[in-house]
């Protein structure tokens, strides 16, 4: 089965710098690559998300891009803030969806005021 | 919208007892997956259902099931409870089966065991 690996597993980052965390998966035949964000207390939310057909993806602040040939996609958050502090989790889906989502392990990300 | 909807939050049972949690999907969303968050093993898949129909399953034993009614709305079972089941369960819902569409999690059932 697939297997996603993210790094780094903690973050600390000054207020207005850029923070990325990056994962690697393991099945060339993944191709959908959600980032959820979990608060304290609170469900995964989906933050952002690519597919395989593209490259790069941006939603204001944060950004994806996807490497298929290395296996690797990253998150970069720019102009951070502190309620950007969370835990981040990637995962990857081989798109049939056999085997639902596989998640990284998670990457708590600290906004140093 | 009313985004994911479980319950209920939190829940203590003791061990050898079964549990019963309770999700309601988005509306219009007709595949509900359920995932177990735990902080040794993280975010594991567990089962999807699709029209009332399971289409997938993650490798977990036959103690854990689950079910979907007509309104797409679905319960998990687990029974014969194990300490180790203790862990925060999670619902998610999309428009369409599979997980290569984009799922919505709930806030989840926190499941503590003694």
């Known amino acids: 089965g697939e297997n996603v690996e993210q790094h780094p597993s903690t973050l600390s980052v000054q207020e207005g710098d850029s923070a990325v965390i990056k994962c690697t998966y393991s099945?060339?035949?993944?191709?959908?690559f959600p980032w959820y964000k979990q608060e304290l207390g609170k469900g995964p939310q989906l933050i952002i998300d690519i597919r395989s057909n593209v490259g790069e993806k941006k939603d204001q602040r944060i950004a994806v891009t996807l490497n298929k040939t290395a296996k690797h996609f990253s998150l970069h958050i720019t102009e951070t803030q502190p309620e950007d502090s969370a835990v981040y989790f990637c995962a990857a889906s081989l798109g049939g969806g056999a085997d639902g989502l596989t998640f990284g392990k998670g990457t708590h990300l600290i906004i140093q005021p | 919208k009313a985004g994911v909807t479980q319950t209920p939050r939190y829940l203590i049972k003791t061990r050898g007892q079964q549990v019963t949690l309770s999700c309601s999907p988005i509306?219009?969303?007709?595949?509900v997956s359920w995932y177990q968050q735990t902080p040794g093993q993280g975010l594991q898949f567990l089962f999807e259902y699709f029209s009332e129909t399971q289409r997938n399953k993650g490798n977990f034993p036959g103690r854990f099931s689950g079910r979907q009614f007509s309104n797409s709305r679905s319960e998990m079972n687990v029974s014969t409870l194990e300490l180790g089941d203790s862990a925060l369960y999670l619902c998610?819902?999309?428009?369409?089966?599979?997980?290569?569409?984009?799922?919505?999690f709930g806030e989840g059932s926190w499941l503590t065991v003694v």
């Open positions: 998610a819902s999309s428009q369409l089966q599979g997980s290569g569409n984009t799922i919505y």
């Open positions: 509306s219009g969303h007709r595949s």
């Open positions: 099945d060339s035949a993944s191709n959908y």
